[in-house]
């Protein structure tokens, strides 16, 4: 009998063990440092709004938490009103769709109160108890406190309601059960508000709330684990998203941001371009569009001086090329002459032989972190998908080539461009590029 207990307990130990090494450290763990409730930190409060809008109404600052925390772009569908939900998360295990968040009353979440609100930030339950899929980042928005989420909630209620269905989930089993998200909840949501490091200035503190729970910066940038979590111990080491790659923006300075200066860091987020460096698109310019640049310089400076802080990850490619081609389509890198004829009709009036656009600086190639990147999965979607990007007035749209060339011509052309402006050319081909096309 004390053989089969000692066993049981060992196995009990070896089982909490490997759930504990699973679920990892927080995203905030790296820093050593204690963490401490906001009323007992000493410099001041880094959450909520900014100071200059302490004194504004519930609805202006619920409306600047509600960008921040860039609803829009996911509760949004094609061609939909915003906030209506129908926008469609693309998985290797089926699809499934964002709700109605308008205060409809049958649609959408006008029967919410605010503990069910709550519920559904924090804890990812809805209001009918049933579990939400962490598409929806509550494992970040957990680290949002009662009082801005509630601000957020306000702010949706002013809205018009909207009666809109999304379509149904389309996922395979067993991951169309709801009911297993209990057990993934217990292991990888922390369910707990956020805690200020005591270690850290207020700024660093205000970067660090935005990041990691308004903003929620790793549900992209950050590697999963083998349960489908964030690997926080390789964190903002870029990973890959709905067949985009969110880079990494830890302080590695050959791969991430080590060798971006503030101003560049800054640049990036409110307006989605820096020179030598690139435009942001796909994804992240949707976050640009529609959170980023609406934020204060105040809080876009805080968000730098917290991604200085994060230790680089290991290096995932080499440093870009920033130094231009050849102004002759006859010299340099040729790679592909199917690639170069497709670039000569269709791409060299707006990004030239040489990679420096007289057209406009966002069309500029040279530097860019996408180009460079030997996997070519954003070259890619850039030209399957076309870029639109709303912000600044000055920003270049790119119109998509998806249905005007054909998956070799397509895998040609990127392999030519990232070898003639990049560092390393890629070696995509045409199944490459219909797997990127489904994932849109």
Request: with cysteine.
């Given at each position: 009998?004390?053989?089969?207990?000692?066993?049981?307990?060992?196995?009990?130990?070896?089982?909490?063990?490997?759930?504990?090494?699973?679920?990892?450290?927080?995203?905030?763990?790296?820093?050593?440092?204690?963490?401490?409730?906001?009323?007992?930190?000493?410099?001041?409060?880094?959450?909520?709004?900014?100071?200059?809008?302490?004194?504004?109404?519930?609805?202006?600052?619920?409306?600047?938490?509600?960008?921040?925390?860039?609803?829009?772009?996911?509760?949004?569908?094609?061609?939909?009103?915003?906030?209506?939900?129908?926008?469609?998360?693309?998985?290797?295990?089926?699809?499934?769709?964002?709700?109605?968040?308008?205060?409809?009353?049958?649609?959408?979440?006008?029967?919410?109160?605010?503990?069910?609100?709550?519920?559904?930030?924090?804890?990812?339950?809805?209001?009918?108890?049933?579990?939400?899929?962490?598409?929806?980042?509550?494992?970040?928005?957990?680290?949002?406190?009662?009082?801005?989420?509630?601000?957020?909630?306000?702010?949706?209620?002013?809205?018009?309601?909207?009666?809109?269905?999304?379509?149904?989930?389309?996922?395979?089993?067993?991951?169309?059960?709801?009911?297993?998200?209990?057990?993934?909840?217990?292991?990888?949501?922390?369910?707990?508000?956020?805690?200020?490091?005591?270690?850290?200035?207020?700024?660093?503190?205000r970067g660090a709330y935005l990041?990691?729970?308004?903003?929620?910066?790793?549900?992209?940038?950050?590697?999963?684990?083998?349960?489908?979590a964030l690997d926080n111990r390789?964190?903002?080491?870029?990973?890959?998203?709905?067949?985009?790659?969110?880079?990494?923006?830890?302080?590695?300075?050959?791969?991430?941001?080590?060798?971006?200066?503030?101003?560049?860091?800054?640049?990036?987020?409110?307006?989605?371009?820096?020179?030598?460096?690139?435009?942001?698109?796909?994804?992240?310019?949707?976050?640009?569009?529609?959170?980023?640049?609406?934020?204060?310089?105040?809080?876009?400076?805080?968000?730098?001086?917290?991604?200085?802080?994060?230790?680089?990850?290991?290096?995932?490619?080499?440093?870009?090329?920033?130094?231009?081609?050849?102004?002759?389509?006859?010299?340099?890198?040729?790679?592909?002459?199917?690639?170069?004829?497709?670039?000569?009709?269709?791409?060299?009036?707006?990004?030239?032989?040489?990679?420096?656009?007289?057209?406009?600086?966002?069309?500029?190639?040279?530097?860019?972190?996408?180009?460079?990147?030997?996997?070519?999965?954003?070259?890619?979607?850039?030209?399957?998908?076309?870029?639109?990007?709303?912000?600044?007035?000055?920003?270049?749209?790119?119109?998509?080539?998806?249905?005007?060339?054909?998956?070799?011509?397509?895998?040609?052309?990127?392999?030519?461009?990232?070898?003639?402006?990049?560092?390393?050319?890629?070696?995509?081909?045409?199944?490459?590029?219909?797997?990127?096309?489904?994932?849109?």
């Amino acid at each position: 009998m004390k053989s089969v207990i000692g066993a049981a307990i060992a196995g009990a130990v070896v089982g909490l063990g490997a759930i504990w090494y699973v679920r990892g450290p927080g995203p905030l763990a790296f820093t050593g440092g204690k963490n401490v409730a906001v009323a007992d930190y000493k410099d001041g409060d880094p959450t909520g709004v900014p100071a200059d809008m302490r004194q504004a109404s519930l609805l202006e600052r619920g409306k600047y938490l509600t960008e921040a925390a860039d609803c829009v772009v996911c509760h949004t569908g094609p061609g939909g009103k915003k906030y209506a939900g129908g926008f469609a998360f693309k998985l290797p295990f089926g699809t499934m769709y964002s709700t109605n968040i308008t205060p409809d009353t049958e649609t959408g979440i006008g029967k919410y109160t605010d503990q069910k609100f709550l519920d559904a930030m924090h804890r990812g339950v809805r209001r009918d108890g049933a579990r939400l899929y962490p598409a929806m980042p509550y494992t970040s928005y957990t680290f949002v406190t009662d009082a801005d989420a509630l601000a957020i909630k306000a702010y949706l209620f002013s809205l018009a309601p909207v009666r809109a269905v999304p379509p149904a989930n389309t996922l395979l089993f067993p991951f169309n059960q709801r009911w297993a998200m209990t057990f993934w909840s217990l292991v990888f949501n922390p369910d707990t508000r956020f805690q200020p490091d005591a270690s850290q200035s207020l700024k660093w503190n205000r970067g660090a709330y935005l990041a990691e729970a308004l903003a929620h910066c790793g549900e992209c940038h950050t590697p999963r684990n083998i349960g489908f979590a964030l690997d926080n111990r390789k964190k903002f080491a870029g990973a890959p998203v709905a067949g985009w790659h969110a880079s990494d923006i830890s302080s590695n300075k050959v791969s991430g941001l080590g060798g971006w200066s503030d101003d560049d860091i800054a640049s990036y987020l409110a307006a989605g371009h820096v020179s030598g460096h690139g435009t942001a698109s796909g994804p992240m310019g949707e976050a640009v569009d529609h959170s980023f640049s609406k934020m204060t310089k105040a809080d876009i400076e805080a968000m730098v001086t917290f991604l200085r802080s994060v230790p680089p990850a290991a290096s995932s490619g080499s440093s870009a090329k920033t130094v231009p081609a050849p102004v002759s389509h006859k010299d340099g890198v040729t790679a592909s002459l199917l690639g170069k004829k497709v670039f000569e009709g269709a791409c060299v009036s707006c990004h030239g032989w040489s990679g420096e656009s007289v057209v406009s600086k966002f069309a500029t190639l040279t530097g860019s972190a996408a180009v460079n990147d030997p996997s070519a999965m954003n070259v890619a979607q850039i030209v399957i998908s076309g870029t639109r990007r709303l912000t600044p007035e000055a920003a270049l749209s790119m119109p998509s080539f998806g249905h005007a060339f054909s998956d070799d011509e397509i895998a040609a052309v990127v392999n030519y461009v990232t070898a003639r402006f990049g560092t390393k050319g890629s070696s995509l081909t045409a199944r490459d590029i219909a797997d990127l096309r489904a994932q849109n």
